[in-house]
């Protein structure tokens, strides 16, 4: 009797039997290689979504608690990828959210007061918020290098990166427009005469391609708000606008116009917000450089005969800097202009109260609301 015989006896229950045991076999082999299969591939599914929606909450600038928290889903070298994504510096190339800030910091090492004004603009801007920022400090050398021994001592935030731009090159890339401007709004030994103070109306020409929004800042601000929301600020431009500005909170260019005024009575020009040209402030900017670059009006204006014209049309005599040049383009094109609430450019200056303006001083000065930037010009105290 064959080995087989003896186990399954040759009868037709017994082949039955058999059939039965080898069909289970056979279902049992496949389903559990297909259930194995399974299983792997949806942990390899599992643990790339887990992946990307870590990536995706570094990029949202989500608490690093959170961070470590969704860590624990992941294993080995997915952990080190995500980790590593956190840590390492950023490439040449801007992150998708990050936002370019430019601050003005220049002849720092000789003055301990803008070392201590830049000190608070940004730390508390960067306190504020959780969205990565390229800071570009425009100014001399050896204040960028105090600057950066600033941002090192007392910044706890890494959610940021340093550049540092040269301001002798732009300067003198810049020199044709800069030194007009320079020469026509500002005094020979003027504050506003550095050639610093002028960089904003030309800086589109200089910057690399690959930057598109600048929000510029003045180095005497304290932020109650977060960067992110001012730069929201961008998409409420009109198709025209090509930077957002705030107006001047004091009746400055009112005084400033007043031959002008005097002999064009019912003008607008140096009237108070809300409707009237009241002119601008210049401590915090949002540069749209794309539009800057592309627009055939503002490159059209921003030329030494222009700012002529357009100063022998209104009498008028600045010395202010940049915000004295924007001023006199706004009562012609104010399409161009894009007007900041004053809750993101609260300057604290008075120094024209009690001269002359009191009975409309408060119409120029007064901000409602939740104040985002103080600006602390004119050496004011800014409020704790």
Avoid at 13 to 18: D, E, G, I, R
Avoid at 353 to 362: A, E, L, Q
């Amino acid at each position: 009797m064959s080995t087989l015989s003896r186990f399954f006896p040759t009868k037709p229950s017994s082949l039955v039997l058999l059939g039965v045991i080898l069909v289970g076999v056979v279902f049992l082999y496949y389903n559990s290689g297909q259930n194995n299969s399974f299983t792997r591939e949806n942990k390899q599914f599992y643990r790339k979504n887990v992946l990307e929606e870590k990536v995706k909450s570094l990029k949202e600038g989500r608490k690093q608690e959170q961070v470590e928290e969704n860590n624990s889903l992941l294993t080995g070298e997915l952990t080190k990828e995500v980790e590593e994504k956190n840590t390492l510096p950023s490439s040449d190339g801007d992150l998708p959210d990050e936002i370019n800030v430019i601050i003005t910091f220049t002849n720092a090492q000789s003055s301990p007061s803008l070392q201590r004004k830049f000190t608070v603009t940004v730390t508390s801007m960067l306190a504020a918020t959780s969205a990565p920022v390229a800071l570009h400090i425009l100014g001399d050398i050896e204040s960028q290098k105090l600057a950066e021994s600033v941002m090192k001592e007392n910044v706890k935030s890494t959610n940021y990166r340093m550049v540092h731009l040269d301001i002798e090159d732009i300067t003198h890339r810049l020199h044709d427009i800069v030194k007009d401007m320079q020469n026509k709004f500002s005094g020979q030994k003027s504050y506003y005469h550095d050639a610093l103070f002028f960089m904003s109306i030309a800086i589109h020409r200089v910057l690399p391609t690959d930057i598109h929004k600048v929000i510029m800042l003045d180095a005497d601000l304290k932020f109650h708000g977060d960067i992110r929301n001012l730069h929201a600020l961008f998409d409420e431009f009109s198709d025209t606008n090509v930077m957002g500005i705030a107006h001047e909170a004091q009746p400055v260019y009112r005084h400033q116009f007043y031959q002008y005024r005097s002999q064009n009575k019912g003008t607008r020009v140096g009237e108070p917000p809300p409707n009237g040209l009241t002119g601008f402030n210049s401590g915090v900017l949002l540069l749209d450089i794309d539009r800057m670059r592309s627009s055939t009006v503002y490159n059209s204006l921003i030329t030494a005969e222009v700012a002529e014209q357009l100063k022998t049309k209104y009498s008028f005599k600045g010395h202010l800097g940049d915000q004295c040049f924007f001023t006199l383009l706004s009562l012609e094109h104010e399409e161009l202009f894009y007007v900041l609430p004053c809750s993101w450019n609260r300057q604290l200056c008075t120094w024209w109260k009690g001269k002359g303006y009191d009975d409309v001083f408060d119409l120029y000065f007064k901000c409602e609301g939740h104040i985002n930037i103080y600006h602390g010009n004119c050496n004011t105290k800014i409020p704790d």
